[in-house]
């Protein structure tokens, strides 16, 4: 009141326009949506439908129908260029029987220029939605249409400039999963024979580059479970790729180890990093030991590096007592010496203790340590 005189609101008119507003855009969907249905089912396979599925997908990128549409289109469009290249020539003996030619094929030009306009279409939508699975589907779908329908160099290129995009969205979000599993998509569609037809299989492996890689990201965040990940799957690759022998594998071992002790003692309770830890701590499994980097160690050298592994990690311990990843390490430690030897190691005198600090520290798993500690007879 002002004056004994009522203020107008403004607020009441902004949210009708935004009301109407609202209804507009939602017609404008259902339109586009019903325009698009109506021409899939007259087989309109046309640019024009195309750029109908741009502007839903542009409006709903999980509207996954649209998706299965659009590659409809580009099907047709794809072997509407294949067929209208067919030269005179090829007409005369007849597709299969035609003169095999060293030439880049007629129709490459339009499918490349179709995926590429595909492709450059999608990025804007992917920063915006970076985790809809709809689009990387489809992106991977693009991709291999283009390792199908176009020359190996190509194609190649098309993937090479997939892997630089998937470099900028793990710079994003380093720790992004989705990512590092459609990174491992890519690098091995650009190892493989298609897309390397005049190289051998050594030399089209990128192992190195991807150790590498690893490398480099866990530097920037030790916090990285995928790329922990990674590593372990790569190392054994690196290992067999180089014919290493039994010393090399060893210092490959050595030098783990060494990366991930020094890891630990920044940031015990960083559980990315007592993953990767208890992976290398499988290398001394007798069971699993021959999946294993170092798979022909001796029984003596198993356990030393367990000895040597469990008096690190009670080292670990002061400072960080109340770390419940240092005592399930020093357990599964004890339980591998004694399968290795059928003996305790000297440190299992505290295997009690431990187990006890477990059921404090870890209250939403109390059972499985009580168990554990009965298991282990204490």
Known sequence: ??????????????????????????????????????????????IEVLSLTSKLLTRNPEYYTAWNHRRRILQHQFHEAKQHSVSPSNEEYGEEDAPQSDKEPPHSGVIQNLITEDLQFLVPLLIKFP??????????????????????SIARAFWEGELGLVRKMLARDSRNFHGWGYRRTIVAALESKRLNPNSEEANSSMAKEEFDYTTKMIMTNMSNFSAWHNRSKLILRLLEESN?????????????????????????????????????????????????????????????????EIDNVVELREGAEDCKWIYQSLIQLCMTYKASCNEWPPQADHLGEWTEELQKLDPLRKGRWVEVKRALQL
């Open 1 to 46: 009141m002002s004056h004994g005189i009522p203020r107008v609101s403004e607020t009441e008119p902004r949210l009708e326009k935004a009301r109407e507003k609202e209804l507009q855009k939602i017609e404008e969907y259902k339109y586009l949506i019903d325009a698009v249905e109506t021409k899939i089912r007259e087989r309109q396979y046309t």
């Open 131 to 152: 985790k809809c699975y709809w689009m990387w589907n489809h992106r991977l779908w693009l991709l291999k249409q283009a390792s199908t329908l176009l020359p190996a």
């Open 244 to 308: 290493a022998d039994d010393t090399e594998r060893r210092k490959m071992l050595d030098e783990e180890i060494l990366w991930i002790t020094e890891a630990l003692y920044t940031a015990p309770y960083d559980q990315s990093l007592w993953f990767y830890h208890q992976n290398l701590m499988c290398t001394f499994d007798p069971q699993i030991a021959p999946n294993t980097m170092a798979p022909n160690l001796a029984k003596k050298e198993r356990l030393e590096y367990i000895t040597k």
